[in-house]
């Protein structure tokens, strides 16, 4: 591949990643059909795991 189609390459790849959606809607979904059917139990110490994580606790 020469240096053109590298860099065409590299800006096709920077617009699917700036058009790609933050929210993954299929999860959204997912979790929204679960807490409906009052079925939706999140495992707490994950939760609890990734609140204290090191990026959380050090401005603690």
Known sequence: MDISGTVKLMQDI??????APDVRMDKVREVETKIEKGI?????TVVADRL???SISDRI
Do not use: H, I
């Open 14 to 19: 920077q617009k699917a990643v700036a058009e």
């Open 40 to 44: 939706y139990k999140p495992d707490l």
């Open 52 to 54: 204290l994580s090191p």
